[in-house]
T-cell receptor, first 112, second 114 residues
Framework: KQEVTQIPAALSVPEGENLVLNCSFT??????LQWFRQDPGKGLTSLLL?????REQTSGRLNASLDKSSGRSTLYIAASQPGDSATYLC???????????FGEGTQLTVNP | DAGVIQSPRHEVTEMGQEVTLRCKPI?????LFWYRQTMMRGLELLIY????????DSGMPEDRFSAKMPNASFSTLKIQPSEPRDSAVYFC????????????FGDGTRLSIL
């Protein structure tokens, strides 16, 4: 059974700092990995999707990497801003069109 | 573009009542997912459909829960009878199976059973 773990559970940083969120998964036979953002009382917004054959994806200040063989992914946020404050969730899917298995999330607070 | 639309946004009802949650997926998507989010257990898949057919319902807690997808543009999740432990946020998501595209989530239904 696939298990996804995210470290740290919570992170508080001053504005402008670069930061890394970590995600690990137990079964390396994944189809893709997604990073989501969730604001309080809201749904999930997809930030980045990395296919199993890819090593990284970038969108603006966000960069996600994937090391499938070791079961790890990182989300790098450059020059953090207070508006980045949210919970970040990592999830994997094992075949096309199948379920996402989620980690517990990292709650990020960026202080002005 | 219209995203995944869920209704109602909030539902408060008494224990024992029937609850029906509704979802309209993104047009053209052929996979639909129902997830439940709680503080204790995080986000868990309840059931998902491909081309309107239920594929995996192993996450449905018990017989009190049922889900249907009568057509490609509508799905329901029903709880009968409801219990306080069913209180959670229920999310619907959709995607296009066969592509490496992300799942898109609705804003969720916050359900409180008194």
């Amino acid at each position: 059974k696939q298990e996804v773990t995210q470290i740290p559970a919570a992170l508080s940083v001053p504005e402008g700092e670069n930061l890394v969120l970590n995600c690990s998964f137990t079964d390396s036979a994944i189809y893709n990995l997604q990073w989501f953002r969730q604001d309080p009382g809201k749904g999930l917004t997809s930030l980045l999707l990395i296919q199993s054959s890819q090593r990284e994806q970038t969108s603006g200040r966000l960069n996600a990497s994937l090391d499938k063989s070791s079961g790890r992914s990182t989300l790098y946020i450059a020059a953090s801003q207070p508006g980045d404050s949210a919970t970040y969730l990592c999830a994997v899917t094992e075949t096309s069109g199948s379920r996402l298995t989620f980690g517990e999330g990292t709650q990020l607070t960026v202080n002005p | 573009d219209a995203g995944v639309i869920q209704s109602p946004r909030h539902e408060v009802t008494e224990m024992g009542q029937e609850v029906t949650l509704r979802c309209k997926p993104i047009s053209g998507h052929n996979s639909l997912f129902w997830y439940r989010q709680t503080m204790m257990r995080g986000l868990e898949l309840l059931i998902y459909f491909n081309n309107n057919v239920p594929i995996d319902d192993s996450g449905m807690p018990e017989d009190r829960f049922s889900a249907k997808m009568p057509n490609a543009s509508f799905s329901t999740l029903k709880i009968q009878p409801s219990e306080p432990r069913d209180s959670a946020v229920y999310f619907c998501a959709s995607s296009f199976r066969g592509s490496n595209q992300p799942q898109h989530f609705g804003d969720g239904t916050r359900l409180s059973i008194l």
